[in-house]
């Protein structure tokens, strides 16, 4: 298995493309410079190498498995790997300094998760779990709250959880039945079940700490009623002991992917004595969760990538190793075998892959810079980056794992039948991915989200500052001659969507909003396309200035690679914009209204 | 798990689409009747559900496992599927009678095995690869080679397999190696070693009868020089005993799907007496081998649209069962959760699983029907038989595989988180099917196989023909005014595969064949749409005419589904055939000169 490393193209998108220094001239990162962070990174680099890398075949043949009794059995290395991790500060070092971290912009730390997740995705989603709890407590809990949990579970003693949905809601959070009953002081007793919950219980950390939406006594229905509980299963005493908090693992799911990380079936207040400790202010809690799910949904998006990087990477190796067959033009059976890097078809599969993950990965690092800024700038910057985070976070969500899960396929592609064995990683990275599409919210939800919430937000102005943004990159482009025919196909892409939203616009003003939303998937394929195409041309045009002056880091090979690359995505993967579009602005309605005559099991 | 049923679907492609009735009127089928042939097809389904379905899930929890000595450890319920499989004509039964099968149709044949492939593909498999090899036997082997194998190959005793792939050579069998040195009458002298070998070794069967594809000492290089034996595990000496032939199972593939349908390692001639016997003519080995390879590629083409039909009805089933949120519409939190079926993403997954498994299985049997006829029919008949059921093959197992991927991902999606869960068969549906891609030639190698031979085979003939069905289907359509917009677009792809021809072969006519066949797979992809297109149109036009007239065999609302769907593919599969084209069409030439600097590993 090779050991996937991205630096070169991660060196690119921080320092040239993205401008990871313009943030050390923010309060929050001037005690920061390229130089730390990139020595943070190649740290991060060395312990996926040691702690990650080396256990994520064997972690996946013993999986996770409940024991029958409340507990995990998860890999012995599970615990050191989150020790080390916890140590070397990948839970913590996000966070500002007064909560224990080391004030580390998201562009680094998730260029750090990005190799966690290549190197081993089952492992690292401990630590980020972890890292998205500890993270919600210091935005909206106390500081006695904080003090009592937060140094624990970034010492990585204690696991962090989200504990969301529950069996008879699952997505749907407005149903959500756990309830919580004051005792006093900001504790409640709560009792319920909640399913799905990854990293609930193993053998890797001492206590748990699940960060719970549940329904206080009388609360108004639906998403207006729900509070946010931090729910430990040892509760923290004053002196320091833990006592049995009622809750209890009463089972795990087996998956087809991510065995190592565990899912489990927590049930809270069994025998009656289950305590929970408000976050914030009563009926306030989706709105805090969603700091976290913001927050996991970049890290899903991007993390997907990441595992298609390395499987990617995986397969390039391969097909420069593995000699099979001859070029058509090659008649001669006695010439020797070619290695199946020269196939054409071989190529594409390959350039696809790269094409997918680093114009995707782009638009996660452009995720993390707007988040960078929308927590540390001040001002109309600041706000312009919290609009763009919002546009862009359902699109790198969706789109990330949805090609992550296509490119995967075609690393398995690329070495034939081996790529189905057990022998090789590519077929476990698919397995792995496949739950990227599902993790916070489908892709479903995440495009409803798109069409239904950010497209429309504040008016519409997250919707026109992205495409401004483009716009501008398009003119940068524009500027070179050879970029001007991509420049021109972006600004083709840009008025589509706003054609497509003029077209789907009708039904809202029509007050028909289920029609509406009844496409908002193929809106966000079609929008997430020319979203990629931005950032690729982004790429393309620096890459293109660096060419031309002579300038950059990374030597004139790579920036060959970047504009090619680049051409490559514009003349293969671009095209099925038009083909959504089609779809989109078609007349004839043929989901709606509602036909389950025509549904119906045969 | 529900225990889906195409029935509905099969009858109507059978008897209303594809003209069943007609092959009764041949020589070959005159001793059958439509009601014979359904009360096949329903026993078939009886022993489905017997024998298959209650197994699929145990058996992929009990891989087949080698045992570390020449033995593979399979399910212990495989020997009796295997055996009453036989035993009700399910390897034999499209033979000829005096091979001792019952002549019937390879339209009704399939039908049977897609029920099979939609409750248990792993276990399917092993009756499918004897039919094959006792099919090639039939062909090309003498009666005395008919005589020794093929009755134990039919009852089930002994199991057939296609003994093709060298660790060295892969897909490329030109580069073969494995040796036979001639000993007379005959028989040779075999050594060399076998991989991916289905069926190799197993529990369920007595012997193994290995087609086997190997080179005559001093033979031609190339394919010119292979040649075709029957190597059996154990020699049946004419006194009915068996002797140890000295071919070695040597190991097994664990696989990430179909793992209780084994993949081995085989040695042959290890102890140097193993003995083959040859099958026809010295060195004409791999031409005979493509009539089992071709029937292969039908039968994995058609199976896996069979396992995505299985997935697609059981997400069906559950998202019929499972509330869960509201629509958009719908603002208060305290009615009740709607069935996730009238969610119009989930309903718009649901019609692109139908859309995909019921257009390529109507293209499944269209090749099953080319299939009867150019066996069973003559003159004009047959040979324009033949042409179609050459040009439509890899278009058939590329789409039906690719498609049946995607297919399995939307049944996953539909399940939500539980997709992922060992707790339904989505994910086991998804994970067999990867193979699909790669097995028989993978999907590079049937467009190569598509645009390289099959669209210039005998000057175009077959391209001809093909567009030539098409335009008639259209034809017929546009006699009906509802219809007539879906005939038109059908005809703009006729049209376009025309034009990217033309395009395309400006290369091939200056002798770059590499640049002419480098994006063989996306013009796989584009005609492959047109074909389903037509398929759905061919379809969508009996239905219609049975609406019209108050006909056929099926209720109103299966042919107002039927419409639906095929309206649903043109509006939202279909507009895809255009972006390919223009990727096509595209004069940048991306993939080539060679550039492997390009795509080094990193």
Same mark, same amino acid.
């Given at each position: 298995?090779?050991?996937?490393?991205?630096?070169?193209?991660?060196?690119?998108?921080?320092?040239?493309?993205?401008?990871?220094?313009?943030?050390?001239?923010?309060?929050?990162? =001037?005690?920061?410079?390229?130089?730390?962070?990139?020595?943070?990174?190649?740290?991060?680099?060395?312990?996926?190498?040691?702690?990650?890398?080396?256990?994520? =075949?064997?972690?996946?043949?013993?999986?996770?498995?409940?024991?029958? %009794?409340?507990?995990?059995?998860?890999?012995?290395?599970?615990?050191?790997?989150?020790?080390?991790?916890?140590?070397?500060?990948?839970?913590?070092?996000?966070?500002?300094?007064?909560?224990?971290?080391?004030?580390?912009?998201?562009? *680094?730390?998730?260029?750090?998760?990005?190799?966690?997740?290549?190197?081993?995705?089952?492992?690292?989603?401990?630590?980020?779990?972890?890292?998205?709890?500890?993270?919600?407590?210091?935005?909206?809990?106390?500081?006695?709250?904080?003090?009592?949990?937060?140094?624990?579970?970034?010492?990585?003693?204690?696991?962090?959880?989200?504990?969301?949905?529950?069996?008879?809601?699952?997505?749907?959070?407005?149903?959500?039945?756990?309830?919580?009953?004051?005792?006093? %002081?900001?504790?409640?007793?709560?009792?319920?079940?909640?399913?799905?919950?990854?990293?609930?219980?193993?053998?890797?950390?001492?206590?748990?700490?699940?960060?719970?939406?549940?329904?206080?006594?009388?609360?108004?229905?639906?998403?207006?009623?729900?509070?946010?509980? *931090?729910?430990?299963?040892?509760?923290?005493?004053?002196?320091?002991?833990?006592?049995?908090?009622?809750?209890?693992?009463?089972?795990?799911?087996?998956?087809?992917?991510?065995?190592?990380?565990?899912?489990?079936?927590?049930?809270?207040?069994?025998?009656?004595?289950?305590?929970?400790?408000?976050?914030?202010?009563?009926?306030?809690?989706?709105?805090?969760?969603?700091?976290?799910?913001?927050?996991?949904?970049?890290?899903?998006?991007?993390?997907?990538?990441?595992?298609?990087?390395?499987?990617?990477?995986?397969?390039?190796?391969?097909?420069?190793?593995?000699? =099979?067959?001859?070029?058509?033009?090659?008649?001669?059976?006695?010439?020797?075998?070619?290695?199946?890097?020269?196939?054409?078809?071989?190529?594409?599969?390959?350039?696809?892959?790269?094409?997918?993950?680093?114009?995707?990965?782009?638009?996660?690092?452009?995720?993390?810079?707007?988040?960078?800024?929308?927590?540390?700038?001040?001002?109309?910057?600041?706000?312009?980056?919290?609009?763009?985070?919002?546009?862009?976070?359902?699109?790198?969500?969706?789109?990330?794992?949805?090609?992550?899960?296509?490119?995967?396929?075609?690393?398995?592609?690329?070495?034939?039948?081996?790529?189905?064995?057990?022998?090789?990683?590519?077929?476990?990275?698919?397995?792995?991915?496949?739950?990227?599409?599902?993790?916070?919210?489908?892709?479903?939800?995440?495009?409803?989200?798109?069409?239904?919430?950010?497209?429309?937000?504040?008016?519409?102005?997250?919707?026109?500052?992205?495409?401004?943004?483009?716009?501008?990159?398009?003119?940068?482009?524009?500027?070179?001659?050879?970029?001007?025919?991509?420049?021109?196909?972006?600004?083709?892409?840009?008025?589509?969507?706003?054609?497509?939203?003029?077209?789907?616009?009708?039904?809202?003003?029509?007050?028909?909003?289920?029609?509406?939303?009844?496409?908002?998937?193929?809106?966000?394929?079609?929008?997430?396309?020319?979203?990629?195409?931005?950032?690729?041309?982004?790429?393309?045009?620096?890459?293109?200035?660096?060419?031309?002056?002579?300038?950059?880091?990374?030597?004139?090979?790579?920036?060959?690679?970047?504009?090619?690359?680049?051409?490559?995505?514009?003349?293969?993967?671009?095209?099925?914009?038009?083909?959504?579009?089609?779809?989109?602005?078609?007349?004839?309605?043929?989901?709606?209204?509602?036909?389950?005559?025509?549904?119906?099991?045969?």
């Amino acid at each position: 298995m090779k050991n996937y490393t991205h630096t070169a193209h991660t060196r690119f998108l921080l320092n040239e493309v993205h401008g990871l220094s313009d943030l050390f001239a923010l309060p929050r990162f =001037q005690h920061l410079t390229t130089e730390q962070c990139w020595m943070m990174v190649e740290a991060a680099k060395q312990w996926a190498d040691r702690d990650l890398a080396p256990f994520f =075949q064997a972690m996946d043949a013993t999986p996770a498995t409940y024991n029958g %009794n409340g507990g995990v059995k998860t890999h012995p290395h599970l615990r050191t790997c989150i020790k080390n991790g916890a140590d070397q500060g990948w839970i913590g070092a996000a966070a500002r300094e007064e909560h224990g971290g080391m004030q580390l912009p998201m562009m *680094i730390f998730n260029a750090a998760h990005a190799l966690f997740n290549s190197a081993n995705n089952s492992a690292v989603g401990y630590l980020e779990l972890t890292a998205g709890a500890a993270a919600l407590i210091n935005s909206f809990g106390t500081r006695a709250q904080h003090e009592k949990f937060v140094p624990k579970m970034y010492a990585g003693e204690w696991q962090g959880t989200m504990a969301l949905t529950e069996p008879q809601a699952g997505s749907s959070l407005t149903d959500i039945t756990t309830a919580a009953h004051p005792i006093g %002081n900001g504790f409640y007793h709560i009792r319920g079940q909640k399913i799905f919950i990854s990293g609930g219980q193993h053998e890797g950390c001492d206590n748990f700490v699940h960060l719970t939406l549940a329904r206080i006594e009388g609360a108004p229905a639906g998403v207006k009623g729900i509070s946010l509980f *931090i729910i430990p299963k040892f509760w923290p005493e004053d002196d320091g002991t833990l006592t049995y908090n009622d809750v209890f693992c009463a089972g795990d799911f087996q998956k087809m992917g991510q065995r190592a990380y565990v899912t489990t079936h927590l049930v809270f207040g069994d025998k009656g004595h289950c305590r929970g400790w408000l976050v914030g202010e009563p009926n306030k809690g989706l709105a805090y969760m969603f700091q976290m799910m913001n927050e996991a949904r970049i890290s899903v998006g991007m993390g997907a990538l990441a595992v298609a990087m390395a499987a990617y990477q995986n397969a390039l190796q391969y097909a420069h190793e593995r000699p =099979q067959g001859r070029l058509a033009s090659e008649k001669d059976p006695l010439k020797p075998p070619t290695l199946i890097i020269h196939h054409p078809d071989v190529k594409r599969m390959l350039v696809t892959q790269r094409a997918i993950v680093e114009g995707g990965l782009s638009l996660a690092m452009e995720c993390n810079r707007q988040f960078d800024l929308s927590h540390a700038a001040s001002g109309a910057a600041q706000q312009e980056a919290w609009l763009l985070l919002e546009i862009l976070t359902p699109i790198l969500k969706a789109y990330g794992s949805e090609q992550a899960n296509r490119s995967a396929a075609l690393a398995i592609q690329t070495y034939g039948g081996y790529g189905f064995t057990m022998d090789f990683p590519a077929q476990q990275y698919y397995r792995d991915l496949k739950i990227s599409t599902l993790y916070e919210g489908t892709t479903g939800i995440q495009s409803l989200d798109l069409l239904g919430r950010k497209v429309v937000m504040e008016k519409g102005k997250a919707l026109h500052l992205l495409l401004q943004r483009m716009r501008e990159t398009s003119a940068a482009a524009g500027r070179y001659q050879p970029l001007q025919a991509y420049a021109t196909q972006l600004e083709t892409e840009i008025t589509r969507i706003g054609s497509v939203l003029t077209h789907l616009s009708q039904h809202a003003a029509a007050g028909d909003i289920d029609r509406y939303l009844a496409d908002a998937t193929v809106f966000m394929e079609m929008t997430s396309l020319a979203v990629i195409a931005w950032q690729w041309l982004k790429q393309g045009c620096v890459a293109f200035e660096h060419l031309q002056k002579g300038t950059g880091e990374q030597p004139a090979a790579f920036y060959e690679e970047i504009v090619h690359t680049m051409k490559f995505f514009y003349r293969y993967e671009l095209p099925h914009a038009a083909a959504h579009a089609a779809t989109l602005l078609n007349e004839e309605y043929l989901t709606n209204p509602v036909q389950t005559e025509y549904l119906r099991v045969s």
